[in-house]
């Protein structure tokens, strides 16, 4: 069979893509000057914005957004495409995801006008434990949650992707998967955000035969810049995957191959870990902002509910009129934050589990009366933050995100990961298969914080066949009935925040697509109590108003990378955050 020419070495620096996209309106005037955007990578954005009407797609690679053009023009649909990019991400963003790891996928289906909320995460394994990570002390052991064979939860990427395309898919899944195999045979060049992850793990990485094989050269040093990376083992398993679907990964050689590699280093992963695990699938998050309809990824996600909640919190603030990025603007998202992340640690975990109070936190009502605990002029000290008072109705930053969206009214938001960068660290040996480390997403101990910061109360605690919450917030916005925003993005706790943030720019003060997930962003999860604003930072002035206020600002990058398709009248619009290799397509 031919080699598919999209993996010649000359396409690794560009995609070729329609024009940029027109800007939707001019700003307001309180906040023109305001405008600056944060500092990209690559100083071109030709690549990073599509425009089409037939479809549109970016995604945090380049190889990545290439495959769902290839899938496209073999008049594969929107779902053949989103899994033919989920797997070739998996082998172009090894540090991020892969099929060790799990993630989340929203599906708009615009014959029924349903929105499918489907749950491929990690699941804690049947020996794991409450108090697995505690020292003697009782205090948490971050490294064992984070690094090494007994921070690898139950992998789930591949029933997922299987699943999803068996119900919705069109192609042959060996034709969806081509693209991703081709591309793990032939290679692409190392390019700057992984070689900071091979920096970064080196270490760990030197004490694991098959990852140091992978991923160092004979002397243990990370590869260098454009390098080409070719992960033969990684295309063997696609191919057995593709022909065999998940029961080669769950009940086959590549299972008894994980079974036994998790046994030989005692860590937890059992035959029946594998073979009990289920695909979830979950009714969205809903909320409406100012006409626009939302919707987003439920808990065990804690990402959909917080982005509604901001949004409610603000809605009849008026921003626009306050100004992009002025004083007002982010004092008050700032604490609106600040309150979302105050009931992230007391409410939410896996709803399989405990009582999430999906409704009252994302309610109106409840929304307004958080809001008038806003300090107006000053900053809000995170001591003086609770959690707020609800009823039950009984009802990484490394992670990667990519959007589509087509003219039928079809519209994908998926967020995938393995969590930390390069996961546990671990590969199991002649698969090509990168471990994750998620089991650090659940709460040690009772206040304890994560990876990311975040912290964790009961709801989170670790328990068998649990799913660890998360902060993972694909979106999709709907206006006069037909998808007008698919968004998310990587970054751990930030994506709330910059999901968020974004949305907000996009509807409130009307910036355009690729200016408003390029803007600067701010962040603050309560604890610690920290603003962190993206260099350069807002006006001086605003900058000096909010230190006097109180806040404790950190000019620092926000690290997250957004994700993001619009329809905008007749056209569909991508855009790729230009922070990392992101890339978008359109025809």
């Not at 940029?20 to 405008?35: C, F, I, W």
């Not at 029933?159 to 068996?166: K, M, P, S, V």
Request: aromatic share 8%.
């Amino acid at each position: 069979m031919k080699k598919n020419i999209l993996l010649l070495p000359c396409l690794l620096l560009f995609i070729q893509c329609s024009a940029p996209v027109k800007k939707k309106e001019t700003l307001t005037p309180q906040g023109a000057d305001a405008y600056i955007l944060a500092k990209a990578e690559r100083a071109d954005h030709q690549s990073a914005t599509a425009t089409g009407t037939h479809y549109a797609v970016s995604t945090q690679g380049i190889f990545s957004t290439q495959a769902a053009k290839t899938i496209f023009a073999q008049n594969g649909n929107i779902i053949d495409a989103a899994v033919a990019v989920s797997f070739a991400i998996a082998v172009e963003r090894p540090h991020s995801t892969g099929l060790g790891g799990g993630g989340f996928m929203l599906y708009r289906e615009g014959k029924t006008k349903r929105t499918y909320a489907i749950d491929f995460r990690e699941r804690a394994p049947l020996l794991s434990t409450e108090k697995m990570f505690l020292k003697e002390d009782g205090n948490p052991d971050s490294n064992l949650s984070q690094n090494g064979i007994l921070s690898v939860g139950v992998p789930g990427m591949v029933a997922g992707l299987i699943d999803i395309h068996a119900r919705f898919g069109k192609l042959p899944l060996v034709k969806v998967m081509a693209p991703a195999i081709a591309l793990a045979e032939n290679g692409f060049a190392v390019y700057p955000n992984f070689k900071k992850a091979l920096d970064n793990k080196a270490e760990l990485l030197k004490k694991d035969p098959a990852a140091r094989e992978i991923f160092l050269d004979a002397k243990g040093n990370p590869w260098p810049m454009g390098h080409m990376l070719i992960q033969k083992d990684l295309a063997r398993t696609l191919r057995r995957i593709a022909k065999n679907g998940k029961k080669v990964f769950y009940k086959g050689e590549i299972g008894e191959a994980l079974v036994k590699f998790s046994a030989d280093h005692k860590g937890l992963l059992s035959k029946k870990d594998l073979l009990d695990y289920q695909v979830k699938w979950r009714e969205p998050v809903k909320g409406n902002y100012k006409g626009y309809e939302i919707f987003s990824m439920p808990p065990p996600s804690s990402g959909g509910i917080h982005v509604v909640q901001f949004l409610n919190q603000l809605e009849n603030d008026n921003l626009k009129e306050k100004g992009l990025l002025s004083t007002t603007s982010i004092n008050l998202a700032a604490q609106s934050l600040q309150a979302a992340f105050a009931d992230r640690a007391e409410y939410l975990g896996d709803p399989d589990f405990v009582n999430v109070p999906t409704k009252g936190l994302t309610d109106k009502e409840y929304a307004a009366r958080r809001r008038k605990e806003f300090y107006e002029t000053t900053a809000r000290p995170s001591q003086t933050v609770g959690h707020g008072f609800v009823v039950p109705p009984h009802e990484s930053t490394q992670t990667t995100h990519f959007s589509i969206m087509d003219y039928q009214g079809n519209a994908v938001a998926s967020t995938q990961t393995i969590n930390g960068q390069m996961g546990a660290s671990m590969v199991v040996p002649h698969t090509g298969i990168v471990l994750n480390n998620e089991m650090n997403d659940f709460s040690a101990k009772p206040g304890a914080s994560n990876l990311f910061g975040a912290i964790g109360s009961n709801a989170n605690a670790i328990v068998p066949k649990k799913t660890p919450l998360s902060s993972m917030s694909p979106t999709i916005v709907m206006k006069d009935g037909l998808p007008k925003l698919a968004i998310g993005a990587p970054g751990g706790t930030r994506i709330i925040s910059c999901v968020a943030q974004s949305i907000l720019n996009y509807i409130e003060f009307n910036v355009p697509l690729y200016e408003s997930i390029t803007m600067i962003r701010y962040h603050h999860q309560w604890l610690p109590d920290v603003l962190d604003i993206d260099p350069p930072g807002p006006r001086p002035e605003v900058l000096k108003d909010l230190e006097r206020m109180g806040y404790k600002v950190q000019i620092r990058e926000v690290p997250c990378s957004v994700m993001a398709v619009a329809r905008e009248n007749k056209m569909l619009n991508a855009a790729s955050d230009p922070r990392d290799i992101g890339t978008s397509a359109a025809n």
